[in-house]
Nanobody, 117 residues
Framework: QVQLVESGGGLVQAGGSLSLSCAAP????????MGWYRQAPGMQRELVAT???????NYAESVKGRFTISRDNAKNTVSLQMNSLKPENTAVYYC???????????WGQGTQVTVSS
């Protein structure tokens, strides 16, 4: 079992920035697929960004150019830098990780991001 620990959520004004981090302390496996999802009230959970094998990235269209995902391969950590935040980015953000695209994924507990207008 892999535990994902998220940090960095909070309250920010529109136009501001936040950085989220996710670590997998003690994981015996290299997590080659890591990413972030979010779920707003009353909405389905949706993909924000993923990074595969530390290189290939994929972003939701709505965050391209504003959010940047990165990872530290040696530490099995993934970060999400969020700039130019908008009120519609308000959601609980979840870290997601897997050994590969063919393995079951692990989820973090979620961290709240609130963007005020």
């Amino acid at each position: 079992q892999v535990q994902l620990v998220e940090s960095g959520g909070g309250l920010v004004q529109a136009g501001g920035s936040l950085s989220l981090s996710c670590a997998a302390p003690g994981s015996a496996f290299r997590l080659n697929v890591m990413g972030w999802y979010r779920q707003a009230p009353g909405m389905q959970r949706e993909l924000v960004a993923t990074i595969i094998n530390g290189r290939g990235t994929n972003y939701a269209e709505s965050v391209k150019g504003r959010f940047t995902i990165s990872r530290d391969n040696a530490k099995n950590t993934v970060s999400l830098q969020m700039n130019s935040l908008k009120p519609e980015n308000t959601a609980v953000y979840y870290c997601n990780a897997a050994v590969s695209l063919y393995h079951s994924a692990y989820w973090g507990q979620g961290t709240q991001v609130t963007v005020s207008s």
